[in-house]
């Protein structure tokens, strides 16, 4: 297949480009900067410059291509709402062309274990939790993909963890070990008992590549290695790394010390793979969390000034 893909230089982006190249599709990625068309030629992928507010270009994409998988998302916070406006419109735009085409056409959107109600497990046909400001944003975008089950394309959403691990930035966990870097030690709140689900991002791309393969329409899938692990060791395995003490923080002074980062760094967000598995004969193999963290810990301090 020939297979468009947004947010196709980023973290997970590169993973997934990587992943449908060998297994020996095509690919057309989306970039926004001359850098990011050089990476992409670099895997022997093209590239097509363009941003996700270009809802032209991402029609041009989709159209020329047998399939889209959308990772790219504006990590805007101070206007999150905003953020997820453009998300809708995007997955409109490409969605629309897709439907209105000939054949066989897949559609896989990125979404977030952490649109889950908390403290319990998520599974894959549970919805967003409403509740949530930040879910009751973006949950939307899961809506308007799978609407388009309807009109014929083989649409499926793909919810990536809180912490998806490897070479690079590793989500929430490169965060808390970011901050551990800054203030020289390594934190969690309270007694540390809450989870964060996990992934390598190479586990991952396999998740999106077997999703634009053979998902059917109105799928919902969870790229989960591990379905929780405990903050406290991951904070402990970062301070380990870093040769830093680890300390829990009363939830009172949780703010002062990790900020915006208070409310994931508390969250409890654990979620089962099982039908995904199932679905897509999906196996996780590559390394844990916790054995990345050196990896992850490694990178941070590469970028250090």
Same mark, same amino acid.
């Given at each position: 297949?020939?297979?468009?893909?947004?947010?196709?230089?980023?973290?997970?982006?590169?993973?997934?480009?990587?992943?449908?190249?060998?297994?020996?599709?095509?690919?057309?990625?989306?970039?926004?900067?001359?850098?990011?068309?050089?990476?992409?030629?670099?895997?022997?992928?093209?590239?097509?410059?363009?941003?996700?507010?270009?809802?032209e270009v991402?029609?041009?994409?989709?159209?020329e291509s047998?399939?889209?998988?959308?990772?790219?998302?504006?990590?805007?916070?101070?206007?999150? =709402?905003?953020?997820?406006?453009?998300?809708? $419109?995007?997955?409109?735009?490409? *969605? &629309? @062309?897709?439907? +209105?085409?000939?054949?066989?056409?897949?559609?896989?959107?990125?979404?977030?274990?952490?649109?889950?109600?908390?403290?319990?497990?998520?599974?894959?046909?549970?919805?967003?939790?409403?509740?949530?400001?930040?879910?009751?944003?973006?949950?939307?975008?899961?809506?308007?993909?799978?609407?388009?089950?309807?009109?014929?394309?083989?649409?499926?959403?793909?919810?990536?963890?809180?912490?998806?691990?490897?070479?690079?930035?590793?989500?929430?966990?490169?965060?808390?070990?970011?901050?551990?870097?800054?203030?020289?030690?390594?934190?969690?709140?309270?007694?540390?008992?809450?989870?964060?689900?996990?992934?390598?991002?190479?586990? =991952?791309?396999?998740?999106?590549?077997?999703? $634009?393969?053979?998902?059917?329409? *109105? &799928? @919902?899938?969870? +790229?989960?290695?591990?379905?929780?692990?405990?903050?406290?060791?991951?904070?402990?395995?970062?301070?380990?790394?870093?040769?830093?003490?680890?300390?829990?923080?009363?939830?009172e002074e949780?703010?002062?010390?990790?900020?915006?980062?208070?409310?994931?760094?508390?969250?409890?967000?654990?979620?089962?793979?099982?039908?995904?598995?199932?679905?897509?004969?999906?196996?996780?193999?590559?390394?844990?969390?916790?054995?990345?963290?050196?990896?992850?810990?490694?990178?941070?301090?590469?970028?250090?000034?």
């Open positions: 297949m020939r297979i468009f893909v947004t947010g196709s230089t980023g973290f997970v982006g590169s993973a997934v480009v990587k992943e449908l190249l060998s297994a020996g599709h095509t690919v057309l990625g989306l970039t926004r900067s001359d850098k990011g068309a050089d990476q992409l030629k670099t895997q022997g992928a093209e590239a097509l410059h363009g941003t996700l507010q270009d809802l991402l029609k041009k994409g989709a159209s047998d399939a889209v998988i959308h990772l790219a998302f504006i990590h805007d916070f101070a206007n999150f =709402a905003g953020s997820c406006a453009t998300d809708r $419109a995007a997955i409109e735009a490409m *969605g &629309s @062309v897709l439907a +209105a085409a000939d054949g066989d056409r897949a559609l896989v959107v990125t979404s977030g274990t952490m649109m889950l109600a908390p403290g319990k497990l998520g599974k894959e046909d549970d919805g967003c939790d409403t509740t949530n400001p930040m879910a009751a944003a973006r949950g939307p975008s899961e809506s308007v993909c799978l609407g388009f089950a309807k009109q014929g394309v083989r649409a499926s959403v793909v919810r990536l963890p809180p912490t998806v691990h490897g070479p690079g930035s590793s989500g929430f966990t490169g965060v808390l070990a970011s901050i551990a870097l800054q203030k020289g030690v390594s934190a969690y709140v309270g007694e540390g008992q809450n989870h964060w689900c996990a992934v390598h991002r190479d586990d =991952a791309a396999k998740v999106y590549r077997l999703a $634009a393969e053979k998902a059917t329409p *109105g &799928s @919902v899938f969870h +790229a989960v290695a591990e379905e929780g692990v405990r903050l406290q060791d991951i904070a402990t395995e970062v301070g380990k790394r870093l040769d830093i003490p680890v300390f829990s923080i009363p939830p949780a703010e002062s010390y990790l900020g915006w980062f208070q409310l994931p760094a508390m969250a409890d967000n654990t979620a089962s793979s099982a039908q995904t598995r199932e679905r897509l004969g999906w196996f996780p193999t590559r390394s844990t969390v916790l054995e990345d963290i050196p990896t992850i810990v490694d990178f941070l301090k590469s970028q250090l000034p």
